[in-house]
């Protein structure tokens, strides 16, 4: 190389280090919804992507809201883990609610690399999202729909992860199994997209262990809590009681609450499991399986162990698929109450085989977006409630306790109302 070429090659790579960028990060994609309550913050997880040579340890913020100009002061956001150069990270940024209840759209932009500013241009340094903001925050609970068979050799983690979540969040975790082409099977369910495979709250669509981790153990856990901080539109509250004493139907009382306005359309599901029900022996791939040594969780699987019993069992259902016509009124605003009454008839299924571990499980699905906002479950309870049996003439009624006894008066009652299509309406009293 000449001389003159030295010089060229000097300055160049004296111009390239220049525009070389150091503290710089940006955002590869705009993020999710984010839910929260008037004058506070929602917890959004956005990803971000290190465009420079030093490892981020921290990043500082500032949100805009797009309908007022507002723009937040600085935050900041401190990494245990620093993300190395190169390479992507997710970091949960607090977005401050919308000044009404509603939906508006927010402005995220990473102001600060490690306390400097970014050397990322502002337009890949930001990304927006939009905020529902919520009158007030209501108690929550989290179905997982799990897809398996007793024939397959994978699903016993699935087993192992909807067992954990109920042993961990026993009062906001709800688990269903549907079993597919087995003794427990339900054909109108029809076949699933894998096995195993679980459904959170018909928004994530995951594996019923490893969640969208991959590979982590139980990683459905942080899935799961992620589905849990996505506040609810509305409350949901289900009483289950036998109507008879043979026990062949059950009365549900749903109640729900809105704390949002929307003209989404929703609509109740009904879904009814058993613990403890005996089959097949379960196929398992595990025993022995190396990248399972070590695996707390999975132990049992991995050590041989084998079963032929199974909880969570879907033995019944109604409205799985888009809910009862008619059981929410639509469209709904802040501070609604409704209340829908639904006879759910076993009469006849031959899969129950003991109705004391049974569990009835009511949904409350957004059927425009094709998610379920909140759920409640339970044991079904023989507490004394009147039911009136009603005929073509309410001056012929008559009324009766769970336990057979003839009520004098129709007070504290639940009126079944028989339609010539075979559907029941109850009407509380």
Request: glycine share 8%.
């Amino acid at each position: 190389m000449n001389k003159k070429s030295l010089s060229i090659f000097a300055l160049s790579f004296v111009a390239l280090s220049c525009s070389a960028q150091t503290n710089a990060a940006s955002f590869p994609l705009n993020f999710d919804d984010g839910y929260t309550i008037l004058h506070s913050n929602a917890k959004v997880d956005i990803l971000f992507h290190n465009d420079g040579s030093a490892p981020i340890t921290s990043l500082a913020y500032t949100v805009e809201d797009i309908s007022s100009g507002s723009i937040s002061s600085e935050k900041t956001l401190t990494f245990t883990d620093a993300v190395p150069a190169g390479e992507n990270g997710t970091a949960t940024f607090k977005v401050p609610a919308g000044s009404s209840v509603g939906v508006c759209q927010k402005n995220v932009t990473i102001t600060k690399v490690n306390g400097v500013a970014n050397e990322t241009a502002a337009i890949k340094a930001s990304a927006s999202g939009n905020i529902c903001t919520l009158s007030e925050k209501m108690p929550k609970r989290t179905i997982e729909e799990e897809y398996t068979g007793t024939w397959c050799g994978w699903c016993p983690r699935g087993t192992v992860g909807i067992e954990q979540l109920s042993e961990k969040y026993p009062d906001t975790f709800v688990g269903a199994a549907f079993h597919y082409d087995d003794e427990f099977w339900f054909s109108e369910v029809g076949y699933h997209d894998g096995f195993p495979q679980c459904e959170l709250n018909r928004h994530a669509n995951v594996d019923p262990y490893n969640g969208s981790t991959g590979s982590e153990p139980l990683g459905i856990e942080k899935d799961y809590l992620k589905e849990q901080n996505i506040l609810p539109f509305a409350s949901l509250d289900m009483q289950a009681v036998w109507a008879d004493n043979s026990k062949q139907k059950i009365m549900v009382k749903s109640n729900m609450k809105f704390v949002y306005n929307t003209s989404d359309e929703f609509a109740l599901l009904y879904i009814l499991t058993e613990n403890g029900l005996s089959g097949s022996r379960q196929a398992s791939y595990y025993s022995g399986k190396e990248e399972y040594a070590g695996d707390p969780y999975m132990a049992f699987w991995y050590n041989g162990g084998s079963t032929n019993v199974y909880n969570h069992v879907v033995v019944a259902f109604a409205g799985r698929e888009n809910g009862i016509d008619g059981s929410v009124s639509s469209p709904v605003s802040v501070g609604m109450e409704q209340s829908y009454d639904y006879c759910f008839d076993i009469s006849g299924n031959s899969r129950i085989k003991d109705k004391s571990k049974l569990h009835m499980i009511v949904c409350l699905l957004d059927k425009t977006k094709g998610t379920i906002i909140n759920t409640d479950f339970g044991e079904i309870s023989s507490e004394e409630t009147g039911i009136r049996s009603v005929s073509s003439s309410p001056s012929s009624a008559t009324y009766y306790s769970l336990d057979g006894r003839r009520l004098s008066s129709p007070s504290n009652t639940i009126s079944i109302v028989r339609h010539p299509d075979g559907t029941s309406v109850l009407q509380t009293r």
